[in-house]
């Protein structure tokens, strides 16, 4: 077993790119990280849950659009920051942001939340 391929070895302690000695030490390494950002979508999704007794029980209200444009314009400096195309993350979160609106909407209308 590689370093990498431990469930929830911190990120921090992970080998390098540059440490990898093969493929299969990149790939769990990289298998690594996609388990983190997956479980941190789950941790996001429980706060977006979370918000919805706090909004107004509106359609205007759950899509907040300012809110939305201001996460985007924030996650694009962010990809910029780290040196990732800023047209991609923003794809990626608008394509998020939808999701997580969709499941609110459906939560005010089974829920009555």
């Known amino acids: 077993m ?4 431990l469930k929830y ?3 921090l302690f992970m080998k390098s790119p540059q440490e990898c000695q093969n493929i299969n030490e990149v790939r769990e390494c990289i298998d690594t990280i996609d ?3 997956i479980e941190l979508l789950a941790k996001r999704f429980d706060y977006v849950k979370a918000i919805v007794p706090f909004k ?3 359609t205007d209200a759950i ?3 300012e809110r939305k444009e201001q996460v985007i314009k924030s996650r694009r400096n962010l990809a910029e920051k780290y040196g990732l ?3 991609i993350i923003e794809q990626i979160y608008t394509l998020l942001i939808n999701y997580f609106i969709e499941q609110e909407l459906k939560l005010i ?3 009555n939340v």
Not at 2 to 5: E, G, P, Q, R, T
């Open 109 to 111: 209308s089974t829920k």
């Open 63 to 65: 899509i907040a659009k």
């Open 85 to 87: 195309d800023p047209v």
């Open 35 to 37: 388990s983190q950002i």
């Open 2 to 5: 590689y370093v990498c391929a």
């Open 9 to 11: 070895f911190n990120t």
């Open 56 to 58: 107004a029980k509106t």
